[in-house]
């Protein structure tokens, strides 16, 4: 089921704001969502609220990838680092924890690891399996008008010449969700 939902989250003990509302279309048998989310947003009505709390969706904190790194990796690449400063390191993102002389010392673990997750979730539309009402959706999620229509294996989008180079760059979400190519018109 595709979905457009607004959604907060909380840390679940704390209750403190992690994410503000945010709208998203969301795809409920994907993994952009624990499993129990997507769950909740199934269930869910148009209009409808809910909440679940989702126990250690980030995993538990690994002491293993809190490392000591040399300042001097920083300095060859230009850079001085500071408590809080959000850096990549070996193609992951670190957060540095402290700088005491040559020695900096960095978080590999997610920033929300050991937490649960209290989520928000709002439904405000969804489409089915039928492909026209998904690519309607996308349409409208982006703020697009356009006649959708189906040939084959393909969805024909078309819109005001304005709007194809959008629709062309959301052409590749719709044909993931549809299973159809697009062919956009103007």
Request: glycine letters at 6%.
């Amino acid at each position: 089921m595709l979905a457009m939902i607004e959604y907060e989250t909380f840390n679940a003990n704390t209750n403190e704001p992690i994410d503000k509302k945010v709208k998203l279309l969301v795809e409920t048998d994907s993994n952009s969502f624990p499993k129990k989310v997507n769950d909740l947003i199934k269930n869910l009505s148009v209009n409808e609220s809910g909440e679940c709390i989702v126990k250690l969706p980030f995993g538990k904190r690994n002491k293993e990838l809190v490392r000591v790194v040399s300042e001097k990796r920083f300095k060859d690449n230009k850079l001085r680092p500071v408590p809080g400063m959000v850096i990549s390191l070996d193609g992951r993102p670190a957060l540095v924890k402290s700088v005491s002389g040559s020695r900096v010392i960095v978080d590999l673990n997610h920033p929300l690891a050991d937490k649960d997750i209290r989520y928000k979730i709002k439904l405000l539309k969804k489409a089915g399996d039928d492909p026209i009402d998904k690519a309607k959706l996308f349409l409208e999620f982006y703020n697009i008008t356009g006649e959708i229509k189906t040939e084959g294996n393909k969805i024909i989008i078309k819109t005001d010449n304005s709007n194809i180079k959008k629709v062309k760059d959301i052409s590749n979400m719709i044909k993931q969700s549809t299973g159809k190519d697009v062919v956009v018109t103007g």
